[in-house]
Structures are given as C-alpha cells and as structure tokens.
C-alpha cells in the first residue's frame, strides 16, 4: 500500500483570482505586523580607519530615533509616524511603511567603542566608528642585506 500525502487545498488553485488577491492578504496580515513590516535599508562599508554605517531614515525627526552600543552591539531604534491628518483631500494610496524598527549589528573588537559618532543628514543616519589603533594597517619596512 502506497502513502498518499493529504493536501485539502490542492482545489484552490482553480479559485478565482480575487479570492487568490485575498488569501495573499490575509496570509500577509498574519505574517507581518501592522501589513507591512518598516525595516530602514543600511549600508556598512569599512575605511582604513573607520567602521562607517549609513541607514536611510526618511521623514524623521532625530528625536524618534535611538543609537546605542552595548555589549558589543550597535541597536538602532526608531518610528517613523503616519501623518494621518489632512486638511484637505483623501488618500489615494499609501505605500509607504510607517511604524517602529530595530535593527542590531554585532561590532567587531577591533573598533573603539567610545568613539561613535551620529550624524544625520537628508534623511540619512551615519554611524562613524573609529578602529582601535591595534587594527590599524601599518606599513613595516623590510631592510634587504646584501650578503
């Protein structure tokens, strides 16, 4: 006697395409809180002397958004509002994520974790992380003998 996998759903490909667009939603809404998850885009490049993190936060105000390093860890926290009120008009369509994130980022040992620094800019965060002098590169000079 073969096994036979149970699938009860295996008719519901032939439902029709709006019950499709539903059941896509509603498996979203389960999935993601608020619909749709807000999770800043970031960029980490590393320099000769800095660990540099740059973090797209548009439409923000630097009070809704919190740096910190602990044990290691570099956490960025913030929220970024929905402005539901208007004065004038509907909305059309919002496509735009709005919510709070948290994103955190393990930092080497080789960066000096008293020295970050913030700055924002255009609807960009930028983390500079100075490396300790040890991980510095260091150009030694070889001696050639002539024996």
Sequence with gaps: MSIIKYTPFTDFETFPAGLRVFQDTV???????????????????????????K?????????????????????????RKFENETKDGNWHRVERSYGTFQRAFTLPETVDVDSVKADYKN???????????????RQIKVQVSNN
């Design 27 to 53: 498996n979203r809404l389960f999935t993601e809180p608020n619909g749709r998850p807000w999770v800043p885009a970031v960029d980490i490049r590393e320099t000769e002397n800095d660990l540099i993190l």
């Design 123 to 137: 609807g960009v965060l930028t983390i500079s992380i100075a490396k300790k002098e040890v991980a510095k590169p």
């Design 55 to 79: 973090a797209d936060v548009p439409d923000m105000d630097m009070k809704d958004i919190d740096v910190r390093v602990e044990n290691g860890t570099l956490t960025l926290r913030g929220e």
